[in-house]
């Protein structure tokens, strides 16, 4: 089901069409590389780390821990519908942080975002053939 959502969609080009067919099909897909075995977020097509053209495309955990957050009370096109947004970074069990958003199910409380509290990867279907990637604490 798409969820009612009026943000900014994402543009997917050759180098990130991997990650978003990925996203479609929920599951979290970055590159890894093949020398260094560095993992790299926001999809590229060579290693962050090493430079390396030598990455493939590997399903990452989609677990992690949350690394810093802001609650942004304001209204914010596209998430009206969720109230205050919880932009945060996590930091994948595979290394790299990503900027997100954290689901908590009602009014956000910083009391019940512990910094490092572990998080797990969901998604909302938000267009035709787009699902956005978006965290929940763990457990």
């Not at 897909?29 to 290693?47: A, I, M, Q």
Request: aromatic fraction near 10%.
């Amino acid at each position: 089901m798409i969820e009612n959502y009026t943000g900014k969609l994402p543009k997917p080009s050759p180098e990130t069409q991997p990650f978003w067919d990925g996203a479609m099909k929920e599951r979290l897909v970055l590159p890894k590389c093949d020398d260094c075995g560095g993992w790299t977020y926001y999809p590229r097509p060579f290693c962050m780390h090493c430079f390396s053209k030598n990455v493939r495309w590997t399903e990452a955990s989609g677990k992690g821990k949350l690394h810093t957050f802001a609650i942004n009370y304001l209204p914010v096109k596209g998430f009206e519908d969720i109230g205050p947004a919880v932009i945060a970074v996590v930091e994948l069990d595979e290394g790299p942080r990503m900027i997100t958003n954290i689901e908590t199910g009602g009014e956000p409380d910083p009391e019940t975002l512990p910094i490092d509290a572990p998080v797990e990867i969901t998604f909302r279907h938000v267009a035709e053939g787009i699902k956005l990637p978006w965290f929940r604490l763990a457990g």
